[in-house]
């Protein structure tokens, strides 16, 4: 016998599912101290090495209250001293304390690299981007005049330039970055010929966009990513471009400090103080590959193939 379905009864209602290939909700943002936490751990040599950047930074930042003495105070009763517990590294030819013009000359070595590295980003990248999304006879000119750059040594067209400047760090620093912008517009050139061949390039160029508004827009923020691994590890050739130019008297002048100033100065008593050399030196070494492993990190990082 069938049953008759009551009129008045009320239906379940359907019961609504996702279907099966829906893509599940994304997960909330993690806070920003628990992915540097990650990466840190993730990447010990960089994590080591941005603070070991972090110490130089704060000492050439707080160096008149780190120092235990005046960096430019001369004390001719304690010349070439060994260390001890008042001078913890000795003093130079002139009894002044290395250690605080250590401290000192590290606010100098990181000025320097900023300089010349921020220098070339302003005139490279620019430079790079126009012959790059231009080309033709553009391309072509801007191309040969940055062969022709390359072509120099490069310590020689420093001092070259700075020749022409004037001495001073300030100067030599200008003269770094105008020998390190070709490499710098060499790579944004090379991104730029890419990505204008990019669809969105087209579709902003078809709505009417400038040139100048594409190349901010939409070609420079997918070019700068190798461009900023190539500024991070210019930082250390630009230290060691300050301490060749210094040493050579090019760069920072007497009495101030610099680690470069301080080479050229215990060259000349290398062999009755050799340990006069090894602050500085050691302190050069160790920033360089402080930003060498830093660039190294923030190029996987940034390069899409090796995620």
């Given amino acids: 016998m069938t049953a008759i379905p009551d009129p008045h009864a009320v239906a379940p209602a359907p019961s609504v599912r996702a279907p099966a290939d829906a893509d599940p909700p994304p997960p909330p943002p993690r806070p920003f101290l628990t992915r540097l936490g990650d990466w840190a751990s993730d990447d010990i040599p960089a994590a080591i090495a941005l603070v070991v950047l972090s110490v130089i930074v704060a000492c050439s930042i707080f160096a008149p209250w780190i120092a235990p003495h005046d960096p430019t105070l001369q004390n001719y009763d304690i010349i070439l001293e060994a260390p001890s517990p008042d001078y913890l590294l000795g003093t130079d030819d002139l009894g002044r304390d290395v250690f605080s013009r250590l401290i000192h000359g590290a606010s100098a070595s990181v000025y320097a690299a900023f300089l010349s590295v921020g220098v070339a980003a302003l005139l490279g990248i620019p430079v790079g981007l126009i012959a790059g999304y231009a080309g033709g006879y553009v391309d072509e000119a801007v191309s040969r005049i940055i062969d022709t750059f390359l072509s120099f040594p490069a310590i020689v067209l420093a001092i070259a330039v700075t020749g022409v400047l004037g ?76 301490a060749s130019l210094s040493f050579l008297g090019l760069g920072m002048q007497p009495p101030e400090p610099s680690w470069g100033s301080m080479i050229a100065r215990a060259y000349l008593y290398i062999q009755l103080a050799p340990e006069q050399m090894w602050a500085p030196g050691i302190a050069i070494l160790v920033t360089a590959l402080s930003f060498n492993t830093l660039g190294e990190s923030l190029r996987e990082a940034l390069d899409p193939t090796s995620r």
């Fill in 167 to 242: 001495i001073g760090l300030t100067n030599a620093m200008i003269a770094v970055g105008i020998v390190f912008a070709p490499q710098l517009a060499r790579l944004a050139r090379a991104r730029a010929l890419v990505l204008k061949q990019e669809l969105y390039v087209d579709a902003a160029r078809c709505f009417g966009a400038s040139t100048g508004h594409i190349l901010i827009r939409h070609v420079l923020p997918n070019a700068i990513q190798p461009v900023l691994v190539q500024m991070t590890l210019l930082m250390a050739v630009a230290l060691l471009a300050e």
